[in-house]
């Protein structure tokens, strides 16, 4: 069905594991101190979630994909993870010193719930450190997707949201934080092996295309990649046109 994104934990490790591989520069950013406890909003598979541990910290993973937890919790026994819905948090019994957020904020439709959930889960003073796609990411990847679509007389209607930085930070604004630094910059990202590209649409582009049933699927998918072979296909592999946006708040 058109416009729900759905998930293959597999495929986020074997496949996409750059995710929380470029993600792991934003650490520096949240700066995690020794006895903070930290919410990782959108954990995945907990790859960040361990990082910010081994520094220290105490962290909490929250993510609402149950395959991406049990692999999480399969990888990283020692530490907590919890399901719950990032535009529904609930009340987690204490609040956290800083949340951090990886490659999220692009799935998420309503910026205003979450950032008022964020505001209820931090202390005053708290920081929420986030990055996400931005403005025209995947902009070559969608419309070779969409002339595809058009093609066969369906619709392209992308899952993910990449709104520009001035989208970006109202919502937080509104809920109490003061917005101290921002960032955007284009990332042109390598994707793995000869069916990088292929694995990439059925990664994070199921769900933008009604299709009648799986193997209907695979072909728009087959027929995108053949598309997007001259722009998107290098002497050293396929790369995804990318943009990135970063965010640093604090709770008022």
């Given amino acids: 069905m058109a416009g729900k994104?759905?998930?293959?934990a597999t495929l986020y490790d074997t496949r996409h594991d750059y995710v929380a591989r470029y993600g792991a520069?934003?650490?520096?950013?949240?700066?995690?101190?020794?006895?903070?406890?930290?919410?990782?909003?959108g954990?995945?598979?907990?790859?960040?979630?361990?990082?910010?541990a081994q520094m220290g910290a105490e962290v909490w993973g929250v993510d609402a994909d149950p395959a991406m937890l049990a692999q999480a919790r399969a990888?990283?026994?020692?530490?907590?993870?919890?399901?719950?819905?990032?535009?529904?948090?609930?009340?987690?019994?204490?609040?956290?010193?800083?949340?951090?957020s990886n490659a999220v904020l692009h799935w998420i439709p309503d910026l205003d719930r979450l950032a008022e959930g964020l505001a209820?889960?931090?202390?005053?003073g708290g920081r929420f450190v986030a990055e996400c796609g931005g403005i025209a990411c995947n902009a070559g990847i969608n419309e070779a997707l969409?002339?595809?679509?058009?093609?066969?007389?369906l619709t392209f209607a992308d899952t993910a949201h990449f709104r520009p930085l001035s989208e970006l930070v109202v919502p937080f604004e509104r809920a109490g934080f003061r917005v101290t630094r921002t960032e955007w910059f284009p990332r042109d990202t390598p994707l793995q092996g000869e069916d990088g590209m292929l694995n990439f649409l059925r990664m994070f582009r199921k769900g933008c295309v009604a299709t009648t049933s799986d193997a209907e699927q695979e072909a728009l998918f087959a027929e995108t990649v053949a598309r997007l072979r001259p722009t998107h296909l290098r002497p050293d592999g396929w790369h995804a046109d990318y943009t990135r946006q970063r965010l640093l708040c604090i709770r008022l």
């Avoid at 994104?5 to 293959?8: D, F, G, H, L, N």
């Avoid at 954990?43 to 910010?52: H, Y």
């Avoid at 990888?75 to 951090?100: C, E, N, S, T």
């Avoid at 209820?120 to 005053?124: A, Q």
């Fill in 5 to 8: 994104q759905t998930w293959s």
């Fill in 146 to 153: 969409r002339l595809t679509a058009e093609a066969h007389g």
């Fill in 120 to 124: 209820r889960t931090l202390r005053p």
């Fill in 75 to 100: 990888k990283f026994p020692d530490l907590r993870f919890l399901q719950a819905d990032a535009m529904a948090l609930p009340d987690f019994g204490r609040p956290f010193d800083a949340v951090f």
């Fill in 25 to 41: 520069a934003l650490l520096d950013w949240l700066a995690p101190q020794p006895g903070e406890v930290i919410l990782d909003l």
């Fill in 43 to 52: 954990c995945g598979t907990g790859d960040l979630s361990v990082r910010i």
